[in-house]
């Protein structure tokens, strides 16, 4: 590991101002070769003359007889240099220039010395990073992040010393402080869980309170709210019984205490934050005159007393923050508290005033509420949204008083509102953030689905139709699009264990090499799924440019080259913003009334056959909607049954049809047929309440594809029952509805509509991924368990089964990690069929993913979730035959986020993937089967519904659905190879 600290100093001149005069940086060392100096001290000795005086001038508290004592004394080496750090402490309260450039000489006289005196060099190293903390800027990031870097890799190189307990762990709070700011979360909160490691008996309670803090709150913006709670808990905790009276202690408490109040807001529990608020305004009222902070407390405890039921109380706290912001300069603060009077006012019933504040909202935040920018587009603060909250107030006295306040106003609240959610793409804000307002926006289409499904019911106005599809579509579609790099993201924010505290840096040209090929998979998948929108595959390009260049940072240590690619960083990241301000400006904008997208749901409808039916569900809060689209008509309805009923039948539904997978199915009867009878008894009530209850004269079209949502992607359609069972152990009378109708899926209707409209480019050649594993291969989980992985017994029997009815090309064994480069050009298939493990992990969905190679003693190849929907593939159908790749967390704001998902957002056209373990013995039968229709020209829908058949027939044993219901096609219907051809 190089530790680089002259090279930095010359450079870190022109940004300081100071006046003093510095050597130019002699040499470039590293901590080994400090070491091989042969001398070095822990520390100084303080009890040396020269050490002496310099302490005794330095309490004295004149500056200008230390320095005059350093220069005509003849000091030199590490007493020369300690004079001058002690010079840069002494400036520290009153001039942070003059102290950073004190702090960078002393650095540098302590480097050239004969002896390395390692304490002293690290707690420079934490003062410089101190120094740093809290200046916004790419320069001082980095800066800080340098420094505090630099320290613990010197002290961690000289184990044999004892170190002040504070010092390790503040070092790496700086470092994860400096990461947070350069936007590498999952790198800073490396290093904060490496500095809480450090914590010793020893350790202050107020180091301990500050690296909990700032590791709550990195948590925070990776969307960790439960695990943020525990931490800022011990932070408060610590700082609370640290008993310090110091200011800048007492300030950090009611930081914390903002936070906590973040957090509970982000929790919905936000009344919690009221004593503790009231205690941050006490702090800073005895503390501080800065009006920003005092704004704050101000804003926090006025939106609490109206909450509270205190509406007086609350409007003179927030009048307070008014007048505190207007003071400070500060409109995104003024903007906050005209949004927090809105949302008292709402709460009183005044809806009118309510009105007035949130425009005077939006115009703080984003200059007028017409025309929101990207650069002042929802602030990363949680609670800026007053356009998003104008609309929902819209939306109830529209329901109300539709004469005053007429759908027109409200279209116009909604497409501010969606001018605004188009921003996600664009990063502005952070992950808890997006998070937040996806989870709003859902709450809010809900509203806007219901009440115009009211109106619609009552008026039959088509307008209130339209107005309830496009909300129904966008609470999936728009969200899914936006949502593109989610798991990317997840994973570069784990939570994985680090068994080295060293970090291993890389400059070679074949990591340069590895790193441009990321780029050109981010590229080309970014690009493909925005192939209507030409500015966004710029804006794309342009945002995978800086993702490839901060990891280059975070890969090199050579500070040359660490500056050229900051400067490159920099140029990277003001084209990033300039091609998202002006794709945003030319194209987006803000959206008319007449700008609006059209429904797709609606398009692609038209196109429908007469015995296809399509079932768009909807699982909001309180209720369930389901769009029903024919060829001539489209009709939208409300279900019985509530979305916390369904959870609880799809939990025994899902429970009792994978029954068969477990060992007691055959050696326990009585076991048996209870579970048998609770699968017919969930799969009936299914039936009727998400069925049965559209189609009350069972009038169904023989084709219908379900786009799914929430607990509904959990069901296999054609593995329900249209009437009560009458001989529960008798299966293969039962009344599938596979017995009358061919079902297929889709993730949105948008998706389904993009898909039409793009050319594919896909080949006609098939592709078999094939790994070989001959041994049962045990491996850790994320959940801290472990997971064994039986042997791939009948991989040669399912390639054998398809090679017999299809031309392919076979990638087999260690040979399938092929696929991870991305260096092989897939356009020439239509099909890429995988026959592995697969595993799914619904609590840590970016953890899923296809085993590549398992081989005992050596590490495994997985290709996970992230990987795979970064993985540009421009095929016709993607086959995971594997278990669990249609599993996934099932999110109340996102769908199912599942293997097949990444698949489909890597670019296949259709997946076929399991909902559960899967049988090895009957993939063989399965595939055979579905491959000889599917070169017959048969929909793969129609074909994987027959092969499902020659499951069924095949034993008595597998009549169960658990057998041949598992695989369902996601997206495109239709033959396969005619498509491709076309």
């Known amino acids: 590991m190089r530790l680089v600290i002259i090279l930095l100093i010359n450079a870190l001149i022109c940004f300081s101002g100071c006046d003093f005069n510095l050597p130019a940086p002699a040499t470039e060392f590293s901590a080994g070769h400090l070491e091989d100096k042969g001398n070095f001290y822990c520390d100084i000795d303080q009890d040396h003359p020269m050490i002496i005086r310099t302490d005794s001038l330095e309490n004295q508290g004149n500056p200008q007889k230390l320095l005059a004592f350093r220069d005509s004394a003849g000091l030199e080496g590490i007493y020369r240099a300690y004079a001058t750090y002690r010079l840069g402490a002494m400036y520290s309260g009153t001039d942070a220039d003059s102290s950073r450039q004190l702090y960078a000489a002393a650095l540098d006289a302590f480097s050239q010395a004969d002896t390395i005196v390692v304490e002293r060099i690290g707690r420079i190293c934490n003062n410089l990073a101190s120094a740093y903390d809290g200046l916004e800027g790419f320069n001082n990031f980095e800066l800080q992040r340098k420094y505090a870097m630099w320290g613990i890799r010197l002290m961690l190189s000289y184990g044999s010393c004892e170190y002040e307990s504070d010092l390790l762990p503040e070092l790496h709070q700086f470092a994860g402080n400096a990461l947070l700011g350069l936007k590498d979360i999952g790198e800073a909160l490396r290093y904060y869980r490496l500095g809480i490691r450090h914590f010793s008996t020893g350790t202050e309670y107020y180091v301990k ?18 695990l943020a709670a525990s931490y800022l808990d011990s932070a408060i905790y610590y700082q609370e019984n640290s008993n310090s009276d110091y200011y800048e202690d007492l300030l950090d408490l009611a930081s914390f205490y903002d936070t906590y109040h973040r957090l509970s807001h982000l929790k919905g529990d936000e009344l919690s934050a009221l004593d503790r608020n009231a205690k941050a305004l006490d702090i800073r009222r005895a503390n501080t005159e800065d009006r920003a902070t005092l704004a704050l407390s101000y804003n926090n405890l006025g939106r609490l007393y109206y909450l509270n039921d205190q509406p007086e109380q609350g409007e003179d706290y927030l009048k307070q923050a008014l007048i505190l912001c207007a003071e400070a300069g500060n409109w995104l603060s003024r903007g906050t508290s005209f949004e927090s009077l809105a949302l008292g006012k709402m709460h009183t019933g005044d809806t009118l005033s309510a009105l007035g504040y949130l425009d005077s909202a939006a115009i703080a935040y984003h200059g ?202 920099e140029q990277a990241q003001q084209v990033a913003r300039e091609l998202a301000e002006v794709s945003y400006e030319q194209l987006r904008g803000y959206r008319t009334i007449d700008q609006t997208d059209d429904i797709a749901f609606q398009q692609i409808t038209a196109s429908l056959a007469k015995d296809h039916f399509v079932l768009d569900y909807f699982v909001g809060e309180k209720n369930i909607y389901v769009a029903i689209g024919r060829q001539d008509s489209i009709s939208l309805h409300r279900l019985s049954v509530s979305p916390a009923e369904l959870s609880l039948l799809v939990a025994e539904f899902r429970e ?241 986020i599942s293997l097949a998902r990444a698949g489909a957002l890597a670019g296949a056209n259709s997946v076929i993937a399991s909902y559960w373990n899967v049988t090895q013995a009957y993939k063989p039968l399965l595939f055979g089967s579905f491959y000889t229709l599917l070169d017959e020209q048969t929909d793969r829908c129609v074909a994987l519904d027959e092969a499902q058949r020659a499951i069924k027939v095949d034993s008595p044993l597998t009549r169960h659905p658990f057998y041949w219901a598992a695989f369902q096609n996601i997206g495109a219907r239709g033959p396969v190879f005619s498509r491709v051809s076309q």
């Open 368 to 569: 007028v509420p017409e025309k929101p920018w990207v650069t002042a587009a929802l602030n990363p603060a949680e609670m800026r949204d007053p356009l998003m909250t104008k609309a929902r107030l819209l939306t109830h006295l529209h329901a109300s008083r539709p004469d005053k306040f007429p759908l027109s106003e409200l279209e116009l609240a909604f497409a501010q509102v969606d001018s605004l959610s188009d921003l996600l793409r664009f990063s502005v804000r952070t992950e808890a953030s997006k998070r937040l307002v996806i989870r709003r926006l859902r709450a809010l289409y809900e509203v806007a689905i219901s009440t115009s499904l009211e109106r619609y019911e009552s008026s039959r106005e088509p307008e209130q139709l339209d107005f309830a599809l496009r909300y129904l579509e966008k609470g999936k579609a728009e969200i899914l699009r936006e949502r593109r790099a989610l798991s990317l993201k997840k994973a570069d924010m784990s939570e994985s264990d680090v068994d080295s505290e060293t970090v291993i840096m890389a400059n070679n040209s074949e990591e340069e090499g590895q790193l441009r090929g990321a780029s050109d998979n981010h590229r080309r998948s970014s690009a493909s799924l925005f192939q209507d929108d030409g500015y966004q595959s710029s804006s794309a390009f342009g945002e995978a440019k800086v993702a490839m260049l901060k990891r280059a940072l975070r890969l090199t240590d050579n500070y040359a080259e660490r500056k050229k690619l900051s400067r490159k960083l």
């Open 209 to 226: 309170a500050k690296l909990y803090d700032s590791y709550a709150n990195g948590l925070i913006m990776a969307g960790q709210t439960q």
């Open 656 to 896: 009792a049809i994978i029954a068969p997978g477990k060992s007691k199915w055959r050696g326990n009867a009585a076991w048996r047929n209870e579970q048998l009878d609770r699968l017919a008894v969930s799969s009936h009530q299914l039936y009727q309440l998400i069925l049965g209850e559209l189609f009350p004269d069972g009038e169904m079209a023989d084709n219908l594809t379900v786009i799914p949502d929430g607990d509904i992607w959990k069901i296999p359609f054609n593995a329900l029952v249209s009437r009560p069972v009458e001989d529960v152990k008798v299966v293969s009378a039962w009344p599938f509805l596979q017995d009358r109708h061919v079902f297929n899926y889709d993730f949105s209707a948008r998706m389904w509509l993009e898909r039409l409209q793009r050319q594919r480019q896909a080949g006609n050649r098939t592709l078999i991924l094939a790994p070989v594993q001959e041994e049962r291969y045990v491996l850790a989980t994320p959940l801290g368990d472990s997971l064994s992985l039986s042997p791939l017994t009948m991989v040669d029997e399912e390639i054998e089964a398809i090679r017999q009815v299809r031309s392919t090309d076979l990638w087999y064994g260690q040979e399938v990690t092929r696929f991870r480069t991305g260096k092989d050009d897939l356009s020439q298939y239509g099909i890429v069929h995988f026959s592995g493990h697969g595993v799914a992990f619904p609590a840590v969905p970016e953890a899923s993913f296809l085993a590549f190679h398992l081989d005992s003693g050596h590490e495994p190849e997985l290709f996970r979730l992230p990987d795979l929907e970064n993985r540009s593939i421009p095929i016709e159908l993607l086959v995971l035959s594997a278990c669990q790749t249609g599993d996934g967390e099932v999110s109340s704001t996102e769908g199912v």
